[in-house]
């Protein structure tokens, strides 16, 4: 069974690697920018979000992309497998983010209804971006420690890295003898920048 947590800055790449992992692995992807916001940037009520996230990962593998630290980490968390952390660098970060909103294409992450546009509250979310590592990983690292601190954690750092981390996984069928599934933790290369 695998159950994955990918956590990073917006722009780092999550639902990116979300959708790879799902697609070598076969799990259905969660995408909670998808579960949260709803049509027109409106958040939802908070019990309404916990009980379709509780829901999401429920089921015995799923790859699962966003942060979401205070609001569900006591869900995610004891459940998974394996966190990983995108470090990827808040200038990267900050350059896809300015991109895809001005390309303003579609995105399979978010509720349909949530176009980036360049306004005052992209502003505020581009200052979000720039200051994430500083001002917001810390706040996510304690809650992350306080909610699954059993749970392996992989840095991984550049395309090099996460392409690398991919083609290390086990062909489907390569498992671990039970369940068919493979086991991501027998590949692991733990560390600050694995």
């Given at each position: 069974?695998?159950r994955?947590?990918?956590?990073g800055?917006?722009g780092?790449?999550?639902?990116?690697?979300?959708?790879?992992?799902?697609q070598?692995?076969?799990?259905p992807?969660?995408h909670?920018?998808?579960?949260?916001?709803?049509p027109?940037?409106?958040e939802p009520?908070?019990e309404q979000?916990?009980?379709q996230?509780?829901?999401?990962?429920?089921?015995?593998?799923?790859?699962?992309?966003?942060n979401?630290?205070?609001?569900?980490?006591?869900?995610?968390?004891?459940r998974?497998d394996?966190?990983?952390?995108l470090d990827?660098?808040?200038?990267?970060?900050f350059?896809?983010?300015?991109?895809?909103?001005?390309?303003?294409?579609?995105?399979?992450?978010?509720?349909?209804?949530?176009k980036?546009?360049?306004?005052?509250?992209?502003?505020t979310?581009l200052?979000f971006?720039w200051?994430?590592?500083?001002?917001?990983r810390p706040?996510?690292?304690h809650?992350?420690?306080a909610?699954?601190?059993h749970?392996?954690?992989?840095h991984?750092r550049?395309k090099?890295?996460?392409d690398?981390f991919?083609?290390?996984?086990?062909?489907?069928?390569?498992?671990?003898?039970?369940?068919?599934?493979?086991?991501?933790?027998?590949?692991l290369?733990?560390?600050?920048h694995?």
């Amino acid at each position: 069974m695998q159950r994955i947590v990918i956590l990073g800055n917006a722009g780092s790449g999550k639902s990116t690697l979300a959708r790879a992992l799902g697609q070598r692995l076969r799990v259905p992807v969660i995408h909670l920018d998808a579960l949260f916001w709803q049509p027109g940037w409106v958040e939802p009520d908070a019990e309404q979000f916990r009980t379709q996230v509780g829901a999401a990962v429920a089921s015995d593998a799923w790859i699962c992309e966003g942060n979401y630290a205070r609001r569900t980490f006591d869900l995610r968390l004891p459940r998974a497998d394996l966190i990983i952390w995108l470090d990827t660098p808040r200038l990267v970060c900050f350059t896809r983010v300015l991109l895809r909103s001005v390309m303003n294409r579609p995105r399979a992450d978010l509720a349909p209804g949530c176009k980036e546009k360049l306004d005052r509250a992209f502003l505020t979310f581009l200052h979000f971006v720039w200051n994430f590592d500083r001002g917001y990983r810390p706040g996510i690292e304690h809650i992350r420690l306080a909610s699954g601190p059993h749970v392996p954690v992989l840095h991984l750092r550049g395309k090099r890295r996460i392409d690398a981390f991919l083609h290390s996984l086990p062909a489907i069928g390569q498992g671990d003898g039970e369940s068919g599934q493979p086991r991501l933790t027998d590949n692991l290369q733990q560390g600050p920048h694995a």
